[in-house]
């Protein structure tokens, strides 16, 4: 086995050790369902063989599992550790994800994301969205596409003119974020849970690493994060951003997977207002400043984008 082969196999492992461990210590024997037995316990939450009789396996077996050893476990296994960890649906896909990158065949494939031409008409699409602003991102968080109220409410983000516009990287490393998120803390949290959803999907993704290895070493808030092991799914919500110029939006956003040629798939969202609300308001008003203020264009043009995922 090769040195990068080997070295892959050890982190995956560690993310199913770290991720398991860190599942069964929230989880009381109470809210399992067990007795909770007297003395102390010397764990915090379940413990290994509590786990092993709630999924219907050895303690031995589990013991195994819980040390990252879970390729060629069985789907119906899995399902079983998933209920008896009370997993949601973004964790259950999180911990087959790792299961399915720790088999045998996919071990010693890290690789860079080879160039995805994405069509033209994806960019036709962003630019007809003319009072809802509308971006294209992959799974390692660069915005790749946007709408002219895109840039326009992302503006802060565009100001470094680093290439790639990536999320995170603002997020964590830029000052301006704390006053583009009024609520920082649960946008950084949402951040680092969707790079550790992707990194569990597709683990030898070696841009996704860098970035994650960057931002683990500058920046302590984003480490703390990202050794809690949280994922989550993005489909809908409700996000605040406070634009330099407009004020306070309260947007609501929906998410959703644009299919490309490859294997991957980039991220299409798009915020909307309440019809009638003081967020559509402003984004009349953040339309009227994009068409007086010089806005930044994507990093990288339509027909050509770079996919990281």
Known sequence: MCVRSYREGVE???????????????????????????????????RREEVAVLAGVSTEWYIRLEKGHIAGV???????????????????????????????????????????ELPESVQWMLDSMTTAPAMVRNGRM???ATNTLGRALYSPMYASRRDPINIARFQFLDPAARSMYPDWEGAANTTVALLRTEAGRDPHDKDLRELVGELSTVSNEFRTRW??????LHSNGVKTFRHPDIGSLELTYHSMDLPTRDRGSLDLTVYTARPGSAAEDGLKLLASWAATHELPEDVTEAGSLRQSR
């Open 74 to 116: 069985s789907e119906d296994v899995l399902d079983a550790v998933a209920r008896a960890l009370q997993l949601d649906d973004a964790e259950r896909s999180y911990l087959f994800d790792l299961a399915q990158a720790a088999k045998p065949s996919m071990k010693g494939v890290q690789r860079r994301r080879r160039g995805t």
């Open 227 to 232: 050794a809690a092991h949280n994922v989550r």
């Open 12 to 46: 995956i492992r560690a993310d199913i050790r770290d991720f398991l461990t860190n599942r069964r210590a929230r989880i009381t024997p109470e809210q399992a369902g067990l007795p909770a037995g007297g003395g102390v316990r010397r764990v915090k939450g379940l």
């Open 142 to 144: 660069d915005i790749l």
